[in-house]
């Protein structure tokens, strides 16, 4: 069973920045992509960003794209999301997944258990 842990959420002013972290447990972090996404009050579950076991290539939903950077550090078993020129749709409750293969495929057999981020206007 692996559990995902997410911190960094929090109240942020229009324009300003946040980033947020997702740590796993268990030995297999460095093996599998990794993603993120929110969900706004009264809307569906949305893909935002995610990486492949190795960094080496990443994916961004157009809404995002240009202000969000995901990373992630093998070594430490966390991804994270960088979020700069926040908006205040970006405000929800951000998720981190695991994939359930290397290269990301949207299929995600773990989530975590989320973390607010609220952008005041």
């Known amino acids: 069973q692996v559990q995902l842990v997410e911190s960094g959420g929090g109240l942020v002013q229009a324009g300003g920045s946040l980033r947020l972290s997702c740590g796993a447990s268990?030995?297999?972090?460095?093996?599998?992509?990794m993603g993120w996404y929110r969900q706004a009050p009264g809307k569906e579950r949305e893909f935002v960003a995610a990486?492949?076991?190795?960094?080496?290539?990443?994916y961004y939903a157009d809404s995002v794209k240009g202000r969000f950077t995901i990373s992630r550090d093998n070594a430490k078993n966390t991804v994270y999301l960088q979020m700069n020129s926040l908006k205040p749709d970006d405000t929800a409750v951000y998720y981190c997944?695991?994939?359930?293969?290397?290269?990301?495929?949207?299929?995600?057999?773990?989530w975590g258990q989320g973390t607010q981020v609220t952008v005041s206007s």
């Open positions: 990486i492949n076991w190795n960094g080496g290539r990443t």
């Open positions: 268990g030995r297999t972090f460095s093996r599998y992509a």
């Open positions: 997944a695991r994939g359930s293969t290397d290269y990301w495929s949207r299929d995600v057999d773990y």
